[in-house]
């Protein structure tokens, strides 16, 4: 999603607002200097709240007035910040089966891409929810930006934050994958990857290098956040057991588990879980066509250098969030 919205800009807003005010102060001079008239009612006299300014914190509800078809929108009580081909589509896909949890369906990158839209424009991204629902969006680039956390706990310090991991070296893979798919003409995994391949010397430069390094990024979110606001889910996990992942994510959020192991079948072509046809659907939902691709060979004493430059970090990321996620 880009930053396109429903929202005029400030700027915008402001002069339509006092184009507005210049025509009902005319009106009513022109129309009422002769005789008596019914002064202007003092809703119109004001401008309108101007977008609220980073370090705001909007209130708790967000837009609480209700619409015709109900509910409100809401700024999200929880986020999927991170990471990017960890797993976050998936997670977001099973939580849309609960009824308990209205999400975004495309990522909206407010906080790393779009912030000057101000908040405002980012409630109005949001679907509208019921008393008791939760409001959800993901955008697994908000793990990896430094102004993210800030952002995200001056819009609310109660936020809970998911971040779904995998081990990096698979996850740089995919990455790579990812982006060979959309342009095939790219060098080879191994000439990005390494700054020298003689010395084995990596380039951290490289974003699907960089993402990877977990420990470096969660440093910087516990400068706002406390560790309970965080829930680690294992990308792994949520292929070989997505209702067991499912059951601590639906915990996490304070939900009644309704999302389990019914619900669930595992695709042996795409090579993970999809979600069993629902009443009234004519097929399964999965994951779309870029979803599972076959990875490119990569050397093996690639991958075994990766390794190596990953371990420590890794070692790091399991002190810190008290997971053992396996990778080593």
């Known amino acids: ?20 005010t210049m025509i009902l102060f005319f009106t009513y001079f022109f129309y ?26 909007p209130t708790a509800a967000g837009d609480a007035s209700p619409a015709l078809g109900g ?15 960890g797993g976050t589509r998936a997670l977001l896909e099973f939580l849309r089966v609960h009824p308990g949890v209205r999400a975004v369906g495309a990522e909206p990158h407010f906080f790393d891409r779009c912030y000057e839209k101000g908040l405002r424009w980012y409630r109005s991204l949001m679907p509208r929810t019921l008393e008791g629902q939760i409001t959800m969006e993901k955008t697994p680039s908000y793990f990896v930006t430094k102004e993210a956390p800030r952002r995200i706990y001056n819009m609310s310090r109660d936020t809970k934050l998911i971040v779904v991991v995998r081990n990096p070296v698979t996850r740089a893979i995919s ?16 000439d990005l990857a390494f700054k020298n391949v003689s010395t084995g010397l990596i380039d951290t430069s490289w974003s699907a290098v960089r993402i990877g390094i977990y420990a470096k990024h969660l440093d910087n979110w516990l400068q706002y956040f406390p560790l309970s606001k965080f829930l680690f889910v294992s990308g792994e996990r949520l292929v070989s057991d997505p209702a067991g992942e ?17 619900h669930f079948y595992f695709n042996q072509t795409k090579g993970f879980p999809c979600l069993k046809k629902p009443e009234g659907s004519s097929k399964p939902r999965c994951l779309g066509k870029s979803k599972g691709r076959p990875h490119p060979k ?18 790091k990321f399991y002190q810190m969030t008290g997971q053992d996620f396996g990778w080593d």
């Open 175 to 190: 990455d790579y994958t990812q982006t060979l798919s959309k342009n095939p003409t790219i060098p080879s995994f191994q």
């Open 246 to 262: 499912m059951g601590r994510v639906q915990d996490f959020l304070g939900l009644k588990r309704v999302v389990t192991d019914k």
């Open 71 to 85: 509910g409100s929108r809401r700024f999200p009580q929880a986020i999927i910040v991170g990471v990017k081909k």
């Open 32 to 57: 009422c200097l002769p005789g008596p008239c019914e002064p202007l009612p003092p809703a119109l006299l004001l401008p309108p709240p101007a977008a609220l300014p980073d370090g705001a914190a």
């Open 298 to 315: 990569i050397e093996g004493q690639v991958v075994q250098r990766l390794q190596e430059f990953y371990r420590p970090f890794n070692m």
């Open 1 to 20: 999603m880009g930053c396109s919205g429903r929202l005029l800009g400030p700027v915008g807003g402001r002069r339509a607002s006092l184009l507005l």
